[in-house]
Every structure is written in structure tokens, then in C-alpha cells.
């Protein structure tokens, strides 16, 4: 069912508003890794009801048999997927309301939050045999644009980038870091490749490609620790006819895999690397500050602190479905960390947006090919 104008049906409305007025917040518990297993390492997170988590401190053994107790939280989510949940109930739970919403000319953005080895680009990017949210989403564009979409009368545009140590780089096409511009559209990176994708089959591989850009240094704390953000935008243009007009739809999602959320100063505290953890702190930083900014209700969000909240920036507080998932390991030996995580997704779960609303729909004459039309203007915004 395609809806014309901007104009939403009672049911839609509904839809949107429960959406579009906070944010949807889900917790992933990953499953016990071999190095945490050889290392003695005991389960401290508990899921129950598929909703709510226990988290309990062990104290030493000692300690232990000296209070009788442990110290324990519990927290309660939209959703928590315990360790044996798949790939695709994980995108369908969270992230396939938002692909439909893109077809109906909406925005929507997914990000994973979390310590780095809690499984964040696991549940994003995933591997060939397990594809993540990013690949699972495009598979599922695709599915829905074929089943309703005339012949051609549609395009896929995607982009990847990397925000690290406050630079902005492509991940399709690595070179000199892109400035960032701002219009009437929001802000965009400029020069930043679009690519057109036909199928899903090619997409696996250009994420994965993408990926190997992407900065990894190796930190004291973690050898393959992943300092940068990772943004995946996918710009969705349908067409939609009724008798006397045919229309443009444009629907943007964006899937973003943050930097580990460790403290990054505690790394490395004289080399390069710790003004990059300054960095990536300012990143995050920011990024706190904007949600207690939007908790709080505050008429200025300080988008512009950072890179990253300043591209977020229509994800956030904007029209637009926005999707927390926090990514946690079961360990005992990561505690603190997974503790801070809960939190902030807790923080996150009072974040109220604003009202989503359809992108306005373009009408064209029917002599013109869309597709080109638009790619042009969106080669126009991005030179
Ligand atoms: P992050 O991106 O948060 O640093 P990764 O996604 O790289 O963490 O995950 C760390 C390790 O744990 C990887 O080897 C990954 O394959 C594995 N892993 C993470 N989540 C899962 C999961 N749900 N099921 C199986 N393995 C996982
Ligand atoms: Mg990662």
C-alpha cells in the first residue's frame, strides 16, 4: 500500500506518532567469547521476559561469603535479545519498520552503541554466513520495492563513511577527508560517493571492502579495538502514480556503528593516541550531551560540538524514526563498561523527537526520468 501526498491515514498516524515520539531502545547480549571463557570469566547479565536484565556484580569469592550477597541492577528495554538470537530477528525487531517507513518517504536511523568486542559491527555489518542489520535492511528495501515498484521506476543510493579522530572520510572511495556543508537539506558531506545498488548480492561486499578503510589502531586496552564511527546511508527513491500525477518519494536510513564507548583516554595517555581518544571522547561526548540535552527538553542541542552529532543531527532530535541498540558481553570481567552502556541506553529511552513526517514527495512530469533527475540533484548538493 502506497499512500499519496503527504497526507497519512489514521493508521499511519498512529504508527508514526508511537514511533516517531522517542526513541525505540534494545539491548543485544552477546554470547560469552573463548578468550573471556579461558580466562575464567562468569556470566553476570541475566535476560528475562525478553525484556528486562539483571545485572549483578560477583564480588570475590571472599567477599562474597562475607555479605552473603551480590550487588545487582535491573534495567527494562523495548526488547533484549539474549545470546542466542539471530541476525534476523534482531532486524526485524528493530530495524524493518523503519525500512517500510523509508518507502513511505521517511527517515529513520539505527545506531550501535557500546564497549568495543560488544558486538557492534557483529550486529551491524555481520559476516557472509550471518549478515547484519546493514545487509539484512538493503535485502529487504529491495524485497519491498520489487514486490510493489513499476518496472525501473525506482533507486538505491548508498553511502558509507567514517568519522574518526573529528575527520570525516569515505569509506567508498577513501582519499582526502570531506568537508562538511550545510543546506536547506541538512548537512551532508560533500563529494561523498553515492553508490547505486541493483542488488543485494554486491552490497555484502561493499560494506565488507568499506570496512577494511576503516581506521583500526591497535590500543593497549584492545588490539583490533575500532576507533572510529561508521555511518551507512541509504537513500531510497520510489515512485508513486495515481490517476493524474506521479510523484517522488525519497526515504533516507541510516545505520551507524559507533566507536567502542570505553573510556578512550584510559589507553594510551601520552602518544597520538590519546588526543585521537580525546577525539572519539568528543565524539561520544557530544553525543551524550545531545540526548540529556533532548531528555531535558533544552531548546539548543549542541549539534555542532562535534562531527558526528553535527551529520546525526536529522537522526536525533529531528523527524525520524530513531533506534538505540546497545550491544553488551555477558562477562563479568567487562562489568563496568557493560554497566555505563545500560545506563546511557536507559538515558537514551527518555528522548522524545519530534513527530516524524513524510518527506515532501516530488512531483515530476511523466516525460522525465526520475532517477536521473534526482541523481543529478543529489550530485549537485554533494559537488
Ligand atoms: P565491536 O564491533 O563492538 O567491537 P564485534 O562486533 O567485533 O564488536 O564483536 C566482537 C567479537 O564477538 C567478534 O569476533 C564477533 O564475531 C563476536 N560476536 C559479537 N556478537 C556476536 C553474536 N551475537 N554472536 C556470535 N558472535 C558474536
Ligand atoms: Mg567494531
Redesign the pocket.
Known amino acids: 500500500k502506497v499512500s499519496m501526498g503527504t497526507k497519512k491515514t489514521d493508521e499511519e498516524a498512529e504508527v508514526c506518532g508511537d514511533l516517531g515520539s522517542r526513541i525505540m531502545v534494545f539491548v ?1 547480549l ?2 560469552m ?1 573463548k578468550k573471556e571463557e579461558e580466562a575464567g570469566a562468569r556470566s553476570c547479565v541475566r535476560i528475562v521476559n525478553k525484556r528486562d536484565i539483571y545485572l549483578t556484580e560477583f564480588a570475590s569469592e571472599m567477599d562474597y561469603l562475607r555479605l552473603k550477597r551480590v550487588r545487582g541492577r535491573h534495567f527494562c528495554f523495548d526488547a533484549s535479545f539474549p ?1 542466542s ?1 539471530t541476525q534476523q530477528v534482531v532486524y526485524s525487531t528493530t530495524t524493518a519498520e523503519l525500512v517500510e517507513g523509508v518507502l513511505q518517504g521517511r527517515n529513520g536511523s539505527v545506531f550501535c552503541y ?10 551491524m555489518l555481520g ?1 557472509l554466513e550471518n549478515p547484519g542489520v546493514m545487509v539484512l535492511a538493503i535485502k529487504d528495501l529491495f524485497a519491498k520495492i520489487r514486490q510493489r515498484s513499476f518496472e525501473g521506476k525506482h533507486s538505491v543510493l548508498l553511502s558509507y563513511l567514517e568519522v574518526y579522530n573529528e575527520t570525516v572520510v569515505d569509506l567508498l572511495s577513501p582519499g582526502r577527508p570531506l568537508v562538511l556543508r550545510e543546506d536547506k537539506q541538512g548537512i551532508t558531506a560533500a563529494g561523498l560517493t553515492q553508490y547505486r545498488a541493483y542488488s543485494t548480492n554486491e552490497v555484502m561486499q561493499l560494506l565488507q571492502q568499506g570496512n577494511q578503510n576503516r581506521t583500526t589502531e591497535p590500543t593497549r586496552v584492545n588490539e583490533t ?2 576507533r572510529s564511527h561508521a555511518i551507512l546511508q541509504v537513500i531510497a527513491e520510489y515512485q508513486v502514480k495515481d490517476s493524474n500525477m506521479t510523484a517522488t518519494r525519497v526515504g533516507k536510513l541510516s545505520l551507524i ?1 559507533l566507536a ?1 564507548s570505553e573510556r578512550a583516554l584510559a589507553t594510551d595517555q601520552r602518544s597520538q593516541r590519546s588526543i585521537e581518544g580525546a577525539n572519539i571522547n568528543r565524539s561520544l561526548l557530544a553525543l551524550s550531551s545531545c540526548i540529556n540535552a533532548l531528555v531535558e527538553g533544552k531548546k539548543h542541542i549542541p549539534y555542532r560540538n562535534s562531527k558526528l552529532t553535527q551529520l546525526l543531527k536529522d537522526s536525533l532530535g529531528g523527524p525520524c524514526h530513531t533506534v538505540m541498540i546497545a ?1 553488551i558481553s555477558p562477562s563479568n570481567l567487562s562489568f563496568n563498561e557493560t554497566q555505563n552502556t545500560l545506563h546511557w541506553a536507559d538515558r537514551a529511552k527518555e528522548i522524545r523527537t519530534k513527530a516524524c513526517t513524510a518527506n515532501e514527495a516530488v512531483p515530476l512530469p511523466e516525460s522525465e526520468t526520475n532517477q536521473t533527475k534526482l541523481l543529478l540533484e543529489l550530485q549537485k548538493e554533494n559537488s
Open positions: 543485544r552477546r554470547p567469547g545470546e538470537t557500546g564497549a568495543t568486542g560488544a558486538g557492534k559491527t557483529y550486529t559476516t579495538s575500532s556503528d567502542g550491544n
